[in-house]
């Protein structure tokens, strides 16, 4: 992502080296959907926009530290002009920890889930994701070590607030030379235990995904996706899930305008409904 620093602050400590900075990014979209499901607006109009603070800075002796938070601007009245995903964060060499309401669950740490099609996604691969997506967390620990991931995370009650599902997640994952491997283990209080495995692999112009999830109650769910790179600036996926009870396939494409703009279109079925979108997403 080409990033367009707006702010930026270097504050020299009296101690010396320790500096701190903040930084903010962003990114939109728009374009034009289309739902079989809706009755009366089958088609529809979508944009968003979202600005991303991130500030951080280091101590004299090397701990990391910082901060960030979305504030965010769309079509959906229930979301719009709204700000969220915040957290605050300590890290070293020995990885970081996590606390808000933005952080990612264990199994999501470590790179589990397949690709979606559409410029803001029709919904396939939430039918693979869907049984270890049912985590919460507010606190998470995510630590790299050479080609090993490790993630774990926990749903804490926050003062003020009302008690929370004392949800967690672990997560592990190995990145080889073009291939990826992972295993999650997601608890829900008010919801299932599923054991998630997954994978990718990526030879040349060609990238493929897959998820299996197994849940201590109901179907299993899978997924897999596969990309295909035509050129420089084009890109195919195509994408299939199912929950065990409804199925999902989509095909999509991306053509890459350059300067953090895209192009991007997806067709498919979701669940017994048809689904189309066709739209663009920037980066600054």
């Not at 992502?1 to 939109?28: F, P, S």
């Not at 601007?73 to 996590?98: E, L, P, R, Y």
């Not at 299996?212 to 195509?238: H, R």
């Amino acid at each position: 992502m080409k990033k367009l620093l707006i702010a930026t602050t270097a504050l020299v400590l009296v101690a010396g080296a320790a500096t701190a900075e903040v930084k903010m990014t962003g990114d939109a979209r728009f374009g034009l959907s289309y739902n079989s499901a809706n009755a009366v607006n089958d088609f529809t109009a979508e944009y968003r926009v979202r600005a991303k603070f991130n500030m951080s800075g280091k101590t004299d002796g090397g701990l990391g530290f910082g901060a960030s938070f979305i504030l965010t601007g769309s079509s959906n009245t229930t979301t719009s002009d709204a700000t969220g995903s915040s957290m605050v964060w300590v890290s070293g060499s020995w990885g970081q920890v996590s606390v808000g309401e933005g952080v990612d669950t264990g199994s999501d740490s470590v790179g589990l889930g397949i690709a979606d099609v559409g410029y803001k996604g029709i919904g396939v691969d939430d039918l693979a994701e869907g049984l270890y997506a049912e985590s919460a967390a507010n606190i998470n620990y995510t630590g790299t070590f050479g080609a090993v991931t490790v993630g774990v995370s926990y749903n804490l009650p926050v003062a003020g607030g009302t008690a929370a599902d004392q949800d967690w997640s672990i997560g592990v994952g190995y990145k080889g030379d073009g291939f990826k491997v992972a295993l999650g283990y997601d608890s829900a209080e008010f919801g299932t235990n599923t054991l998630t495995i997954g994978g990718g692999v990526t030879m040349g112009a060609i990238s493929a995904n897959v998820i299996y999830s197994m849940p201590d109650a109901g179907a299993d769910a899978y997924g897999v996706d596969f990309g295909y790179k035509l050129n420089s600036a084009t890109a195919l996926t195509v994408a299939y899930a199912t929950d065990g009870t409804d199925t999902a396939f989509g095909v999509g494409v991306a053509y890459t305008m350059g300067g953090g703009a895209k192009l991007v279109a997806g067709i498919g079925e979701v669940a017994g409904d048809t689904k189309a979108e066709v739209g663009m997403t920037f980066s600054f």
